[in-house]
């Protein structure tokens, strides 16, 4: 069973940044699609961004973080991650990490049906 772990969440003021990191301890990662979804109190999971698996050379982002997230991953750490700038009260949500076979990211981000997810971390934007 695939596990991801995400870290990296935090409160921050706004304008401010933060970097999330999704790993998994006994599975490559290299081999998956990989997305960050988010989801705020009372709200649907949403998807953020979402990276092509291998070298992550095709990238998907929300309208609503275009120009303020950058999604990226490292597979000698097994790592991906979601760089936040120049952030909003309305990113204020829990991030989640998951995984899919999958060669479609824009698809893969624009449903929250998979089958691999982190515990979540909690970002908050509050001056």
């Known amino acids: 069973q695939l596990q991801l772990v995400e870290s990296g969440g935090d409160l921050v003021q706004p304008g401010g940044s933060l970097r999330l990191s999704c790993t998994a301890s006994e599975f490559t990662l290299n081999y998956y699609a990989m997305g960050w979804f988010r989801q705020a109190p009372g709200k649907e999971r949403e998807g953020v961004s979402c990276?092509?698996?291998?070298?992550?050379?095709?990238?998907y982002y929300t309208d609503s973080v275009k120009g303020r997230f950058t999604i990226s991953r490292d597979n000698a750490k097994n790592t991906v991650y979601l760089q936040m700038d120049s952030l909003k009260s309305e990113d204020t949500a829990v991030y989640y990490c998951t995984a899919q076979v999958i060669f479609d990211v824009q698809a893969m981000c624009l449903t929250a049906s998979h089958n691999y997810w982190g515990q979540g971390t909690q970002v908050t934007v509050s001056s």
């Open positions: 990276i092509s698996s291998g070298d992550g050379t095709t990238t």
